[in-house]
């Protein structure tokens, strides 16, 4: 089964690594979001593809969520030496894969193929894709009208504005990677990760003939809540969904995927909360999808697998 995730974030890259343990090898693709690179001591930093490789290779620092376990930061403490803000943290390893991306990028790659030279050198026999090769940034205006870009929102400022508006810049001459047409036109599945859906899935979804790709594509449709019980288990999406007017549940996750999805995935805890759902045009499944260890994550891969022979087989 050729499977695809649409991810982003720590939630996208669990469930990349349970999709990764059940799967045979070079079965699955990662179409991941671009939107939240940025720019640090010359470098292209990708945030969420970085996370979702050192997830897959076993490099992870699980209990910060990002960067490598064990990291070092002696360069970071340099470059605080002469005067650059300090604030974005890159450990030694970290910086390793920048500089590496780097060089190939500048010696001709797009970024989804150094991205897949640097994850064969990992041992990472799934397939990572950028969303697209293009440039496009997220940027968020805050309650105060001010407009920062996302790393500064994120990172710096903790999360602690209330955002009411979230803006793709560059996103209208973006185009899809080749590789992530590809892999939509040959799947057998495509799961939309539990990500947060208005900054990791959504920039995804933006892009010019993505989303158009992913309907077109014959391939059986999943979406996961990464709400659970009203509230993201990490980040802002919570907060986020409901400062721009959506309904912080399963339900106003759903909603946005109205149309994309054949059959939407709430955990334990939101049953009551399928017809609701179903109203939108999608059947829906309760599986536990908080994945807390290992098994939590091949588990709940194994599930949707299960879903769609079902789904097949109606």
């Given at each position: 089964m050729k499977v695809v995730l649409l991810a982003g974030g720590t939630g996208g890259a669990k469930l990349a690594h349970g999709l990764q343990m059940v799967l045979p090898p070079g079965d699955l693709t990662v179409i991941v979001n671009v939107a939240d690179d940025t720019e640090r001591f010359g470098l292209l930093v990708c945030p969420d593809l970085d996370t979702i490789?050192?997830?897959?290779?076993?490099?992870?620092?699980r209990e910060q969520g990002w960067g490598v376990a064990g990291d070092t930061s002696s360069a970071l403490a340099m470059f605080e030496r002469y005067g650059e803000?300090?604030?974005?943290?890159?450990g030694d390893a970290d910086l390793a894969t920048l500089v590496h991306r780097d060089r190939l990028m500048r010696e001709g790659s797009s970024l989804t193929d150094a991205t897949a030279a640097t994850a064969a050198a990992l041992g990472i026999a799934t397939h990572l894709v950028a969303a697209t090769d293009d440039r496009m940034r997220t940027w968020i205006q805050t309650d105060s009208g001010e407009e920062i870009d996302f790393q500064e929102y994120f990172v710096h400022r903790g999360q602690q504005e209330i955002v009411r508006a979230v803006r793709f810049d560059g996103v209208e001459a973006t185009h899809p990677s080749q590789a992530a047409l590809d892999a939509l036109a040959t799947a057998d599945l495509v799961v939309i990760g539990p990500s947060n859906p208005i900054v990791s899935i959504g920039p995804i979804l933006a892009i010019p003939g993505l989303r158009e790709a992913l309907v077109a594509s014959s391939a059986q449709r999943i979406g996961v809540s990464g709400i659970v019980g009203g509230r993201a288990l990490r980040g802002p999406a919570d907060r986020m969904l409901a400062s721009l007017g959506h309904e912080s549940s399963a339900v106003g996750v759903a909603r946005l995927y109205a149309g994309l999805v054949e059959r939407f995935v709430v955990d334990e805890v939101d049953a009551g909360l399928a017809p609701a759902i179903e109203a939108l045009g999608m059947s829906v499944s309760v599986l536990p999808t908080v994945m807390v260890s290992d098994d939590d994550r091949a588990r709940l891969a194994a599930a949707l697998l299960e879903l769609v022979e079902g789904m097949l087989g109606e």
């Open positions: 490789l050192y997830t897959l290779s076993g490099l992870a620092d803000e300090a604030w974005f943290r890159i």
